[in-house]
T-cell receptor, first 113, second 115 residues
Framework: NAGVMQNPRHLVRRRGQEARLRCSPMKGHSHVYWYRQLPEEGLKFMVYLQKENIIDESGMPKERFSAEFPKEGPSILRIQQVVRGDSAAYFC???????????FGPGTRLTVT | EDKVVQSPLSLVVHEGDTVTLNCSYEVTNFRSLLWYKQEKKAPTFLFMLTSSGIEKKSGRLSSILDKKELFSILNITATQTGDSAVYLCAVLLNAGGTSYGKLTFGQGTILTVHP
């Protein structure tokens, strides 16, 4: 059973470009969470999605950031017009149901130059 | 504001030592407490604790939760160099009634085990 898959593992973008991060949950998991880990800080919740629905986006910046989890395909975290402060590791996690343990992917390390 | 605090922030031991990592929390809508091990990649799930006083064990690792005093400990006995990692404590909050939860993480404890 493959774990949570994320790609790319490393992404370099120039200021003003767009970043698209992908996450495929574990087989049988329909709940996806995105977390961000800034340098020297802990993991912080960004958004929680189920198929075709955003359930909770309370941790996501209101501008430039968006997330989706379509009926087919991976979940996408999209950051428009990236700035240096967006440089971080972005982790995706999935769970079989909402109140179960969450399993994490390897993360995407975004560097904005 | 929900808060999860881990101590110590870093710890250096020698192989064979026993270590105890601490996690205290002040949150609303507590559901469970989880421990993860993070090396240079994905946080790896270790334990999920929901009930007070029941020890969970996996090999040389064990953990227990005290919901009255709002803390948990993670014990590692007979440490090995492969135990070197960041250990993360996270609290799962009931964010949507009984339908879902989201994790609030502590800052982590960096454990270094020397041969």
């Amino acid at each position: 059973n493959a774990g949570v898959m994320q790609n790319p593992r490393h992404l370099v973008r120039r200021r003003g470009q767009e970043a698209r991060l992908r996450c495929s949950p574990m087989k049988g998991h329909s709940h996806v969470y995105w977390y961000r880990q800034l340098p020297e800080e802990g993991l912080k919740f960004m958004v929680y999605l189920q198929k075709e629905n955003i359930i909770d986006e309370s941790g996501m910046p209101k501008e430039r950031f968006s997330a989706e989890f379509p009926k087919e395909g991976p979940s996408i975290l999209r950051i428009q017009q990236v700035v240096r402060g967006d440089s971080a590791a972005y982790f995706c996690a999935s769970s079989p149901q909402g109140l179960y343990e969450q399993y994490f992917g390897p993360g995407t390390r975004l560097t904005v130059t | 504001e929900d808060k999860v605090v881990q101590s110590p922030l870093s710890l250096v031991v020698h192989e064979g030592d026993t270590v105890t990592l601490n996690c205290s929390y002040e949150v609303t809508n507590f559901r469970s407490l989880l421990w993860y091990k993070q090396e240079k990649k994905a946080p790896t799930f270790l334990f999920m604790l929901t009930s007070s006083g029941i020890e969970k064990k996996s090999g040389r690792l064990s953990s227990i939760l005290d919901k009255k005093e709002l803390f948990s400990i993670l014990n590692i006995t007979a440490t090995q160099t492969g135990d070197s990692a960041v250990y993360l404590c996270a609290v799962l909050l009931n964010a949507g009634g009984t339908s879902y939860g989201k994790l609030t993480f502590g800052q982590g404890t960096i454990l270094t085990v020397h041969p």
